[in-house]
Structure formats: C-alpha cells, structure tokens
C-alpha cells in the first residue's frame, strides 16, 4: 500500500494538450502510484478544447491559480507546454529557482539563449533540470553501437517546428560529438536539414508525411536501420519519474543546448537553402 504518494504539479501554457492529457497515467504506472499528478496552473484556456478547470475536474487534478502554489503544494514540476517553448522562459523561471526538481517538457527552449539562462538559472538556485525527446529512449536506439557511426539518415513525420527535435536529440546523442554547422536542402513540404559534427561526421534529417520514426546508421564498412517501435514513452516516464527521486538528470545540459542550437539555427538555414550556417 502507498502510503507516502509523492504530488507533481504540471505548469503549462494550456493544459488541453497531449502531454498534460497522458502523463498522469504514465507517471502512475512508471510508479506504481508512488506519485501522481495532482495539481496544475495554465496561463489560458485552450482556445479550441477544453477549458482549465474542466479539464481538472476530469482529470482529478487540483486547478491553482498561480505558479507559485503549483511550487509550494508539489514535490517535483513538470512545465509543460510542448508546442510553444517560446512560454518556457516564463513558465519555468520560477520553478527553476524553488530547488524542487524539474522537467521542462520537449521542446526545451525556443533558442540557444534561452536554453542556456534556463540551465544558468538552475544552476544558481540548486534545482536539478531535465528535458528530453521521449525519442532519446527508443530502446531501438539505445542499443545502437554509438563507436565508429560516420553518418546518419534520419526520418521522421511531422513539422520542423515542432517536431524536428525527436529526430535531432537521437542524433546528437549518437554521435557523441559538438554540432558545428548546419545546411537546408528541402522545401516546405518535406524538410531537410544536413548537420555536420566537430569530428567530421554528419546527419541529416527528413519530414516526410506521416513516416515512422527511423535511422540508417553508416559505420563505414557497414550499416544499420532501425525502426522506433517500442515503448519510448514508457521507458521516458520511467527516467522522469526515476530523475524525481534521484535529482540526477539522465541528459547532459551540454547536449541539450547542442539540440536547441541546431533547432535555432536550422530556421536560419531555411531562409538560406543549400549554404552552411555555422553554430555558436
């Protein structure tokens, strides 16, 4: 029996949304009821769904009136809000400076800038930070031999704004090297974005309608393609969930800034195709 059930508070733009609609139970299950989501602040209603408090009640989930309660009655902060990082530096910066450990949902930032006061800020204030792309967790991935990759194909659906993050963050944690330029080939359709590393290695990726997420890995001599078909959310919410307890973040703020900055800079390159866009 649970006796002693940890409280997550979500902090998020709307809270009608995907994520805020599957966490809950993700986290019981991961948890084994150990924690639960319990209490939530949005800034607005969702301008096509449901309202806060409705969508509360459904939920089973307290609706408080501000940030700051959401930090006082919680244990640990999920900020939300995945399709509009431009919010996160508002959403995330109270958080950040209460020491309570926090996740900062997909996609982490808006720029590099951004990325790097979030991690500054809890830095300072002792507050252990984590995002990811659930994607990183593909065990499909995870099993990839990261030694000797010389490139990598990657496919995926979606938009760029929104999206490209669950094809870059594999990527970038693959080649275990520093991104240093970045090049647009496609068009607005089907999306291509070439990124080459300090190493000599390069990737690319591709939006191509509604096609599963993939990798063709080249090693050279041979190469390997495989499909992200397992549970990649259920071994996600099982870091989170484990990050709570243990306040060690299973990504490297390094290589989450690296992911920001392609994203960044992968929107200049798109309004100058088929040249190099040095990264900072």
């Known amino acids: 029996m649970v006796t002693d059930t940890k409280k997550i508070g979500f902090i998020d733009y709307f809270l009608d949304e995907w994520h805020a609609d599957q966490y809950p139970g993700w986290i019981k299950e991961a948890t084994g009821g150990r924690m639960e989501a319990a209490y939530a602040y949005g800034k607005i209603d969702a301008s096509n769904g449901t309202d806060n408090a409705t969508w509360c009640r459904n939920k089973g989930i307290e609706l408080l009136d501000s940030i700051e309660a959401v930090i ?40 590099r800038r951004t990325a790097e006061l979030l991690f500054e800020t809890a830095a300072k204030h002792n507050t252990p930070l984590f995002s990811s792309s659930a994607l990183r967790f593909a065990s499909e991935y995870q099993a990839l031999d990261k030694a000797g990759i010389q490139s990598i194909f990657s ?76 549970d990649f959310f259920a071994v996600f919410t099982r870091e989170m969930t484990k990050f709570f307890e243990t306040h060690e973040a299973p990504v490297d703020a390094s290589e989450t800034i690296s992911v920001i ?12 195709p088929f040249e190099w866009i040095r990264l900072p």
């Open 155 to 230: 496919v995926g659906p979606g938009h760029y704004d929104n999206y490209s993050i669950h094809q870059i963050e594999p990527i970038v944690s693959l080649m275990r090297s520093k991104p240093v330029e970045v090049m647009y080939l496609g068009n607005q359709q089907t999306p291509i974005l070439m990124i080459r590393f300090a190493n000599g290695k390069q990737a690319s990726i591709h939006h191509v309608g509604d096609s599963p997420f993939s990798l063709l890995v080249d090693y050279g001599a041979q190469s390997q393609l495989v499909k992200a078909q397992s």
């Open 72 to 111: 006082d009655k919680s244990d640990y902060l999920i900020v939300l809000s995945p399709d509009n990082p431009e919010f996160h530096e508002e959403l995330a910066m109270l958080p950040l400076q209460s020491g309570k450990p926090t996740y900062v949902d997909k996609t982490f930032a808006p720029d």
């Open 261 to 272: 900055s392609i994203i960044e800079h992968g929107f200049k390159a798109a309004q100058r």
